[in-house]
């Protein structure tokens, strides 16, 4: 039995590798050689019954571009034959058109053609009282024919959306894995501008420090190799992501890591004052990375570009929200609209309206300064394991501000 089922599906596969109108001519000639057997009787009349026997058959090279009017060709057809001359084998060509009807056509083309086999049958019938014991036989015949159409049919609706499926699920897959790179371009982004800013500052003063207070300049110093070893250690854990280390996937940073951040903010040479107003509570990864990487990304761009001295780091901790306010006293924006020639206020803009939050950016109050302020909705009793979907891609952030 297998090396029949095997012997199929050979066939089958090298079936489906020729051109469907070469098949439909073969299944065409072929229903004509056998109907002009039936022919060879009719000596005195010969050329009408084969010219019927061609208008019969050859149509089925086009019935799966026209399956309703081949079919009412090849019955017309059919019946004149059969009424003239009769017909003592199957009418193979009409068979072969009623399944492409049921296999190929619509609702009401399938009707249409189910009403015009049953009238062409009944006509094919006058004439010939002595034949009516083979009408059953022939009903049984067309039934079969349309029977096989209509399975032919669902088979190919079962592919059909089996394919719009599988294209769905490509598509799927494609997009995810777009969003996944997108965030581990983002998260190497943050990782980067943070840390190599900082280190820069440090590196700057170090020699300076090393000459007016050489205890701050160890301190200096070894806050730049602390830097620098943990982003190494988040990049390392990014990278393994894309290679898809295991263990590469350890919880990202949150509002836990402020007191660091604001640490190594102080290191650089900024006097950082964090403040909390209202409960603090835990919060789903998304939220508290998104809180995370907009305090982060502000100290960036103040240790950048700000030339302040000063920080007011402020989390509010509402009932269904939290606010996260970054105010320095530096130069403040470089356009009035707080967006500059970069795309870092952009970047987080995006971060928050992907938790579903808003962000404002611009001069601080009295126009002093730069402020950023996020404020994103928590919802109440929202578990603290939730799965951080894809957030939109940050570019570059070279002139930030």
Not at 16 to 42: E, K, N
Not at 265 to 275: D, H, I, P
Not at 330 to 343: A, L, Q, V
Request: glycine share 12%; aromatic share 4%.
């Amino acid at each position: 039995m297998s090396e029949r089922v095997r012997w199929l599906e050979t066939l089958r596969d090298r079936t489906a590798a020729v051109p469907a109108r070469v098949i439909d001519a073969g299944v065409a000639l072929l229903c004509y050689g056998l109907l002009a057997v039936s022919v060879s009787g009719h000596e005195e009349a010969r050329p009408l019954p084969l010219v019927l026997a061609a208008i019969a058959t050859i149509p089925l090279v086009w019935r799966r571009r026209w399956p309703l009017p081949v079919m009412c060709v090849c019955g017309v057809a059919t019946v004149v034959f059969t009424i003239r001359y009769g017909l003592n084998d199957p009418p193979y060509g009409q068979l072969v058109a009623t399944y492409t009807v049921a296999a190929f056509s619509g609702p009401l083309a399938r009707t249409a053609g189910v009403v015009g086999t049953v009238a062409g049958v009944g006509f094919s019938f006058i004439g010939h009282p002595d034949k009516l014991v083979q009408l059953p036989i022939v009903g049984l015949l067309f039934i079969g024919a349309y029977s096989l159409g209509t399975g032919a049919r669902a088979r190919h609706v079962r592919i059909a959306l089996l394919e719009e499926r599988n294209r769905r699920h490509a598509e799927e897959r494609e997009a995810a894995a777009a969003r996944e790179r997108e965030r581990i371009a983002r998260d190497m982004h943050d990782i980067l501008a943070h840390s190599i800013s900082l280190i820069a500052v440090q590196a700057e003063a170090g020699p300076v420090l090393v000459r007016s207070d050489p205890a701050r300049a160890e301190r200096v110093f070894d806050t730049i190799g602390q830097t620098a070893r943990e982003a190494l250690t988040q990049l390392r854990r990014t990278l393994g992501i894309l290679r898809g280390e295991a263990g590469s996937r350890a919880p990202q940073p949150d509002l836990d890591g402020l007191t660091a951040l604001a640490d190594r903010a102080r290191e650089a040479g900024l006097a950082v004052a964090v403040e909390e107003r209202g409960d603090k509570r835990p919060l789903p990864p998304e939220l508290g990375l998104t809180a995370y990487r907009v305090v982060q990304e502000s100290l960036t761009n103040v240790v950048r570009h700000a030339a302040a001295k000063r920080v007011w780091i402020r989390l509010d901790w509402a009932a269904d929200q939290l606010g996260v306010e970054v105010r320095d006293d530096g130069r403040g924006p470089s356009s009035g609209d707080g967006n500059g020639g970069g795309h870092g206020i952009v970047g987080m803009r995006e971060r928050v309206a992907a938790v579903g939050g808003a962000l404002r950016a611009g001069p601080g109050p009295g126009g002093t300064g730069f402020q950023v302020t996020a404020t994103m909705p928590v919802e109440v009793g929202e578990p603290h394991g939730t799965t951080p979907p894809p957030v939109p891609h940050e570019r570059a952030d070279e002139g930030v501000r």
